[in-house]
């Protein structure tokens, strides 16, 4: 059974930064591709971004290019999200995601159909 958990979410000021975690289990994550979206209040779900295994091909939503960097780490079975220069408008539930096939392209990854396990999630308010 596949489990995800996420965490190191939390309250931060704009500009500020936060390292999120995604703790797997039941894969091994170096053979998967494993994602990060967040769905903010009143809005639907999106892709933030993606890798493939740990360190493989990655995948950014445009508006994080350059704040946010997706990693991950064999040992740990663990994905990462790490969050710089926060703004406001990254105020969201972020969940980890894992496919069992790995795409080659943002467009694939952007499907929530694309994703096979999905974490409950953790909150990020990036206060102005």
């Known amino acids: 059974q596949v489990q995800l958990v996420e965490s190191g979410g939390g309250l931060v000021q704009a500009g500020g930064s936060l390292r999120l975690s995604c703790a797997a289990s039941g894969r091994t994550i170096s053979t998967y591709a494993m994602g990060w979206f967040r769905q903010a209040p009143g809005k639907e779900r999106e892709f933030v971004a993606a890798?493939?295994?740990?360190?493989?091909?990655?995948y950014y939503v445009e508006s994080v290019k350059g704040r946010f960097t997706i990693s991950g780490d064999n040992a740990k079975n663990t994905v990462y999200l790490q969050m710089n220069n926060l703004k406001p408008e990254d105020t969201a539930v972020y969940s980890c995601?894992?496919?069992?096939?790995?795409?080659?392209?943002?467009?694939?990854?952007?499907?929530?159909?694309?994703?096979?396990?999905w974490g409950r999630g953790t909150q990020v308010i990036v206060s102005s």
């Open positions: 995601a894992l496919s069992n096939r790995l795409y080659y392209g943002i467009y694939y990854y952007r499907q929530e159909s694309k994703w096979d396990y």
């Open positions: 890798v493939h295994g740990s360190g493989g091909n990655t």
